[in-house]
């Protein structure tokens, strides 16, 4: 029987880039046993017939109303339950097997995932957003980054932006119960121009797992983004262009991202507006950790050019 493995604080900090020290303290022991032979093979099987099969509905404007509905449940658990940051968690951390270090494991935690992307999120935070005086997340779903954000740095105000009622309505729930800056704005980000934000040199903007949702379609919230000049852009999203071709797991993570249509070249473009002199391209980093069909953990941050220089 293969031996159980777990992930220290050295094994976290490579993954970013950082200091061992940043990444503590690391809330759990993330035990889990490494995948091999028969029991990968079986693995590899599953995510292949479910990319034969569809992979799932494709990403896109078409799925604001399951997002909606999705996030209605956290608020119905929040207003049946009273206010818990655990009650934010997307319902889709859910995985039997995950991605960690280029192979499959199964973690010995239902909630492994979940609880390592904290860490790394943790992380993320404190490295870009703890230099401003606002945050705005953009396609915040049900809040909880940006609860763990300002539990983080109380003194943030904290503006999550998304297309879901839901969404506004959970984060009146977060400010009346913590008493902290938050606050919901309807927001589409296929339609930027619609809605007025405050974007400027005191504000980081955020992005985690949302624009995976744009597909290739992200050009004109990147142009918006661009022209409005905020301090920095962080994402925390699947970066398709990261995969090696070359390896088994980043094919098929690959051929699932694009079957279902998820956010396709956005680095190329960043890198091209960088390479105009346009932006500063900070990090693009791949974690190598990620859910059982791909990873949406890499880390992208950029600024405009004259905040870089």
Known sequence: MPEMQTIAAA????????????????????????LAGPARDAVVLRVLRTIADGAGAVAGPSRQARWESGWSENLDAVRRDGFQPELLAPRYFRADVVRWDGDYVVPERASFEHDLFAVLRRVVFARWCADVPRVVELGCGTGANLVALTEQHPALEAIGADWTAASQALLAEAARATGRRLAGVRFDMFHPERTALPMDRDTAVL???ALEQLGASFGPLLDWLVARRPRRVVHVEPIVELYDDALLLDALARDYHRRRGYLDGLLPALQALDAAGRIRLRVARRLRFGSLFHEAYSVVVWEPAEEAA
């Open 11 to 34: 094994d976290v900090a490579a993954a970013l880039g950082v200091p061992a020290d940043a990444v503590l303290p690391l809330p759990h022991d993330f035990r889990h046993e490494r």
């Open 207 to 209: 992005t985690v797992h």
